[in-house]
């Protein structure tokens, strides 16, 4: 199983990035894909959520209105669209696959995780 996050980088605050979500070694359609993110010396917290069919999406209040994550079951990915950036954004980004009857919300319900990619907002 393999979870492979990219798209991240450095953008000024204000901008825009788009991060996406190969996977592979999986039933696709089976699994919900969350989004979560760490900053330096903080929690690892949740960001954003889709469900396997795409019907359904849950945010982070934090994020809600300028992030938007969707998903491609004909391409196995996942994307997280990120408009309005703040340096409060600064974080390392993972996404991570679910299958089961746990809360989107919370890091344990996950199965599989991917290595994560950093997005840096400078003020």
């Known amino acids: 199983v393999q979870l492979q996050a990219s798209g991240g980088g450095l953008v000024q605050t204000g901008g825009s990035l788009t991060l996406s979500c190969a996977v592979s070694?999986?039933?696709?359609?089976?699994?919900?894909i969350g989004w979560f993110r760490q900053a330096p010396g903080k929690e690892r917290e949740f960001v954003a959520a889709i469900t396997r069919s795409g019907g359904t999406t849950y945010y982070a209040d934090s994020v809600k209105g300028r992030f938007t994550v969707s998903r491609d079951n004909a391409k196995n990915t996942v994307y997280l669209q990120m408009n309005s950036l703040k340096p409060e954004d600064t974080a390392v980004y993972y996404c991570?696959?679910?299958?089961?009857?746990?809360?989107?919300?919370?890091?344990?319900?996950?199965?599989?995780w991917g290595q994560g990619t950093l997005v840096t907002v400078s003020s």
């Open positions: 070694g999986l039933p696709f359609d089976d699994y919900a």
């Open positions: 991570a696959a679910m299958n089961g009857g746990g809360s989107y919300y919370y890091r344990g319900s996950y199965n599989y």
